[in-house]
Nanobody
Framework: QVQLVESGGGLVQAGGSLKLSCAAS????????MGWFRQALGKVREFVAA????????YYADSVKGRFSISRDNAKNMVDLQMNSLKPEDTAVYYC?????????????????WGQGTQVTVSS
């Protein structure tokens, strides 16, 4: 059983930056591909970004490509999401996600474990 705990959310003005972090425990971190999803109020949860188990491959939703960057540190069991040039439409609860190492494409991320989420609010 993998436990995921997000941190780093908050309130930021449009155009600003935030860095989300996710600490993993309870499993072998390098056995998991990691991802970030988000859910805005009244909307379905959507994929944001993913990184494979080694950190050698990443994939982003079109809506965040060029603005967000996902990275991981397998020695520290951490995955980060650096968010730049934030827009009001980025406002959502952001969830860390883990899937067992897979040959499936990162864009087809099927989550095995979820974090509890962290709120990101971008004011205009």
């Amino acid at each position: 059983q993998v436990q995921l705990v997000e941190s780093g959310g908050g309130l930021v003005q449009a155009g600003g930056s935030l860095k989300l972090s996710c600490a993993a425990s309870g499993g072998t971190f390098s056995s998991y591909d990691m991802g970030w999803f988000r859910q805005a109020l009244g909307k379905v949860r959507e994929f944001v970004a993913a990184i494979n188990w080694s950190g050698g491959s990443t994939y982003y939703a079109d809506s965040v490509k060029g603005r967000f960057s996902i990275s991981r540190d397998n020695a520290k069991n951490m995955v980060d999401l650096q968010m730049n040039s934030l827009k009001p439409e980025d406002t959502a609860v952001y969830y860390c996600a883990a899937r067992r190492k897979s040959i499936a494409r990162l864009r087809d991320f099927e989550t095995n474990y979820w974090g509890q989420g962290t709120q990101v609010t971008v004011s205009s």
